[in-house]
């Protein structure tokens, strides 16, 4: 079946660090993965996708590469910013026309000053 | 291009009730799908729609229904709410192949 699984949160770095949270799937034929932020009091916002494998999504100073072999999309950014404190949710979309979507739990990050 | 609308943003309901949140999907997506969220159990599907059809549907007991209309525009309602109920109900929409564009949500309290 189709599943997503991100690491526990909360993950605390000071700003100007480097994030990295992980996400792995299991999945059936060939899905596409995605990165959602949530900030406060919102909905989520498409940060970036991927397609295919080895493809890079990128957005915002946020990295994500598409690893069919580690069955992974990694979120990634250089050096954090305190607006950068929201919840991180990865998924995947399956099926015909992605008619099949699923949620990682979330990962919120606290960027502190 | 208008994003998602939900409304309202905010309710406060009594068990027993029953409530309709409504949701505005962008202009051209025909698939419109719920979520609710709480801190417990995350981000659960309840129901997707296209073209006025239900074509998928989680795992959530019968009191919880939904519907579309010809312009896309879709309505979820909980009827006999129960505490349990009180979580952030949202809305995404898509046009084929690509992901969900999400409202803000409607925070619904049940007292």
Redesign the interface.
Known sequence: GNSVTQMEGPVTLSEEAFLTINCTYTATGYPSLFWYVQYPGEGLQLLLKATKADDKGSNKGFEATYRKETTSFHLEKGSVQVSDSAVYFCALGAGNNFNKFYFGSGTKLNVKP | KAG?T?TPRYLIKTRGQQVTLSCSPISGHR?V?WYQQTPGQ??Q?LF?YFSETQ??KGNFPGRFSGRQFSNSRSEMNVSTLELGDSALY?C?S?S??????????TRLTVV
Request: overall charge positive; aromatic content about 18%.
């Open positions: 998602v939900q698939s799908s995350g981000l599907f997707e074509r998928n949202l995404a898509r084929s192949n690509y992901g969900y564009t999400f409202g803000s949500g």
